[in-house]
Every structure is written in structure tokens, then in C-alpha cells.
């Protein structure tokens, strides 16, 4: 290299790294301008269709969709704001005194302080109506704490805030909600009034309080929008694999075998099965060629006949099993793929599991006792009852060929032998700690019911 182009080479990387320093410098104000940015749009969304109120379904009327449409831009907006404060914080604790000489010798120039504080006190007050909204939340509209009028109580879980609806009240046992009530250590006492007193008294309260109707369809509001996502997540969590699998196999995973694999020399059997059964079918056409020609009444078949008929079928088997085999080949690689996928979809979605976590315990607690034990022996008689073990077997074969791999029997019946028993031991404790607590009913009909 000439000296002139080494000297030109280096003036490149010189010119690249003080870019690259000045950006560095310049890291706490782009944070800060961009965060700005971000609360800038949600106080121009508040303004422009909220009146200058939090963006929520209760401060104005819009349909579900406007509504999706408006949460879906404050979450970015808001994970915008988060994220830059958060990268505000980490540069200018990494800055010194040394870097700020630096950057006035480089011509850079700072935010004032008192600007730099009244950007970050804007920030706050736009954000700090959104303090309850976070990544497994998303709004009032779908997951909200019940409100203080309570004519049946619900007892929140505590990974979740269930949604308060009136006209759908959950079932929940008055014996297990008494004894959850009691503090713990303490004597349970007498009231004046019987209890359903009280909750009669309170219902009547509720009834001609004359918001009791707003309240009513607000919850079937809240309830509807709730199950629209809950069934639009579950097709979802069905649709996206299925149709990344199929994606990634035509389109990625199949293209880049046909690329770097010869077809001439791909391997034709994957294992010994496939082999076996190939053998098998050859000896089939074998066979129904000597019947075919019993039952014409020809003369009999040459032995070059019947070699050139089995060369023929021989070739044509080689093929089938030839794709069968690369398709299993694409069949692994698709379903990381969709493994990828489902993932993903659930990380990003968390909003989303919570509210289809509240929509199925509604779905339990609504339902009947006999109900509840009859889905639990259905269940049960399916995954570790008397005839599962075949269904056990028929799935892992599936899978095994599935993938292109050998049925290896001592695998699927070991397997057989001990999952459904550590499932039906599950299965059991959870009807013992958890069933037993929440709906003792539903036990005592389970029971009789197996009996």
C-alpha cells in the first residue's frame, strides 16, 4: 500500500471514530429530545381527542377499535419515553467533566440547564398520569380493579386484577369467600345483621343509585372488549405458528436445503423404518403383479418383465421416500421456527394473557359444579386415564415421524410407563390444594361422579 492511500485509509478511520465520539457525547440530549418527542405526541393525542384528559375509554366515547387503536400508540409512545429516560440516566453517569471539555473543544453544544429541566418536568407531567400502565396491563377498558361496589365479592388473584361485571358475577363459594375474609390469628366474630341482610341492603343501594346504569354498561362494555381480545389472541397463538411453519418451510428452510444439498445424493431413507417399510411395499407391487396376473389368465410374466416392473417401482419409492425424508429434515428446522414465534407472540403480549387469564377464570367460576367435574374427568380420562396409553403411543409415533426419527419402542412405552402417572399426580394435588379451596362443591361432586 502507497503511502498516500495509507494515509488516506487512516484519515477515514479518524474521521469515523470522532463521529463516533461526538455521538457518543451527544448520547444524554438525543435521549432527552427524543422522550420530549414522545410526550409531545401523547399530550397532542390528549388535546386533540380526549379534551386534554388521560387517554382512557372514560374520558371519551369512541368504538373498541379507535380505542385499540389509541392504547396501542400510547403503549409505544410511553416504552418510547421509558427507555429514553432510562438511556438519559446511564450516559450522563458515564459523562464527566473530561467529556464535557472534549465536547465544547469539539464545537458541541449542551442544553442549558433550566431548559434541560423543564423538558424532564414536562416529561413527568404528561407520564405521570400513566404510572398504573405497564407492560402487563394495559388499560382501565380491559384489566381494572373492582370498584368499591361489590354485591358479589371477588377475591383478586395475585398475579392478576379481575374485571368487576355486575350482570356476570363470578361464582364463588360464600364458604370459602368467609373463611379467605378472616385475618388470620384472629377469632371470627358475630355481626349485628346477618350477612345476606347487609348484601340485600347493598344491592337495593346499588339499584337506585341513579349511575347504577352507566356502571352496567360500562362492565358489559369492559366484559365485551374483553373476550374480542381473549378470542382474537387464542386464533392468534394458532395462526401464527401454523402459518410461520408453513412460511419458513417453503420459503426459507426448503430453499436453503435445495441450496446446499445435492437431491442426486440426498440421503433416501433417514432411518431403518423407513427402509423396512419401503421393502414392505416393494414386496406388495411383487405380489399384486403376480395376482393381476392369475386373475387375466395371462401367460406368465417373465422374470425381465417382472424386473423391469420392480426397477420401475423401486426408482418411484426411492423419490417418495427421497422428499419424505427431506421433508422431515424441513419439518425441524420449520418448527424452531414456530417455537420462535409462539414465544415471541407471548412476550409481547402480555397485556393480552392477562386479559385472557381474567376471561377464562370467568368462564370456571360461571360454570356449574357438576360442570366443573365433569371437565375435570374428561380431562383426566383423556391424558392418564385406563385407555391413554394408546393415544400416548399414536402421539409419539407421530412425532417421531414427524421428524424423520425411529419409533424407538422402550422410549415410548418408559415414557408411557411414567409422564401420565407424574401427570395424574398433579392432576390430583391440584384438586387437593387448589379445587379443594376454591370450590369444595365441585370436589364433592367429582368424587361421586368417579365413584
Known sequence: MSPMKNSAFSQKIYSFLLDTYRWYLQTPERSLNQAYDAALKIKEIEDKHFNGNKIDIDSAMYSNSVMDYFESDLKKLLKTVRMRLTELKASRWFL?????????????????????????????????????????????????????????????????????????????????????????????????????????????QVELDPNSEQEVIQSFRQAQRRTIISIRFILLLIIVPLLTHQIAKAFVVGPLMEQFRDTEQMQVFLNSEMEEEALEELQRFEEKLHFENFIKNAPPLLPEQIEVEMKKRAVELAEEFR???????????????????????????????????????????????????????????????????????????????????????????????????????????????YLNRISPSAVATYRNMNE
Open 323 to 433: 422428499h419424505e425424508s427431506s421433508n422431515a429434515i424441513k419439518n425441524v428446522f420449520a418448527d424452531i421456527f414456530s417455537v420462535g414465534a409462539f414465544i415471541w407472540l407471548l412476550l409481547v403480549s402480555k397485556s393480552s394473557i392477562a386479559v385472557i387469564k381474567d376471561f377464562f377464570d370467568r368462564i370456571v367460576y360461571g360454570l356449574s359444579d357438576s360442570a366443573k367435574a365433569f371437565i375435570i374427568i374428561l380431562f383426566t380420562d383423556i391424558f392418564v386415564g385406563f385407555h391413554s396409553p394408546h393415544g400416548w403411543e399414536v402421539l409419539l409415533e407421530g412425532v417421531s415421524r414427524h421428524w424423520g426419527l425411529p419409533a424407538n419402542r422402550d422410549f415410548i412405552f418408559l415414557f408411557i410407563a411414567t409422564f401420565p402417572v407424574i401427570l395424574d399426580t398433579i392432576f390430583k394435588y391440584w384438586i387437593f390444594r
Open 96 to 204: 464527566n467533566e473530561e467529556n464535557q471539555k472534549a465536547a465544547a473543544k469539539a464545537g458541541i453544544e449542551f442544553l442549558s440547564p433550566s431548559l434541560v429541566l423543564e423538558k424532564l418536568n414536562f416529561i413527568d407531567q404528561v407520564i405521570s398520569k400513566y404510572k398504573i400502565l405497564s407492560d402487563q396491563t394495559s388499560s382501565k377498558a380491559l384489566v381494572v380493579q373492582p370498584p368499591n361496589i361489590a354485591v358479589n365479592p371477588v377475591i383478586p388473584d395475585e398475579k392478576s386484577l379481575l374485571v368487576n361485571n355486575p350482570t356476570l358475577p363470578p361464582k364463588i363459594p360464600t364458604q370459602d369467600w368467609e373463611t379467605k375474609a378472616r385475618p388470620k390469628g384472629k377469632v371470627d366474630t358475630t355481626g349485628v345483621l346477618p350477612r345476606s341482610i347487609l348484601s340485600t341492603i347493598t344491592r337495593l
